[in-house]
Nanobody
Framework: VQLVELGGGLQQAGGTPRLPCAAS????????IGWFRQGPGHEPYERVG???????????HVLDDLKGRVTISIDSAKTTVVLEMNSLKPKDTAVYYC?????????????????WGQGTQVTVSA
């Protein structure tokens, strides 16, 4: 059971990266999936939530500060969750992680997620 994040890399300010998170060894059926980011010099417990989605009903929640710049979606097979961002800024530079767990529809509590990907680096140049 693992999560694999793709996408990321060096991005230009104003860019629109697309970050897929693929479930391996399971599906997202009955799971909630969150995206978090860890800025440079920050510890894992300081990861900040970005958005989350319920595989049951497709309901989503985006951190208030990122509303309008972030969308999160899940495919019909419930194997891939995609985080899309727009109007990228240098302060968006971070390692982006996806996480999954049951009954964990939150962007505020990192510790509630028990399945994590390895992360993908997004670096935004001015």
């Amino acid at each position: 059971v693992q999560l694999v994040e793709l996408g990321g890399g060096l991005q230009q300010a104003g860019g629109t990266p697309r970050l897929p998170c693929a479930a391996s060894g399971f599906t997202f059926e009955d799971y909630d999936i969150g995206w978090f980011r860890q800025g440079p010099g920050h510890e894992p417990y300081e990861r900040v939530g970005v958005a989350c989605i319920s595989s049951d009903d497709g309901g989503t929640h985006v951190l208030d500060d990122l509303k309008g710049r972030v969308t999160i979606s899940i495919d019909s097979a419930k194997t891939t969750v995609v985080l899309e961002m727009n109007s990228l800024k240098p302060k968006d530079t971070a390692v982006y992680y996806c996480a999954a767990d049951r009954e964990t529809m939150t962007v505020y509590y990192v510790e509630k997620y028990n399945i994590w990907g390895q992360g993908t680096q997004v670096t935004v140049s001015a």
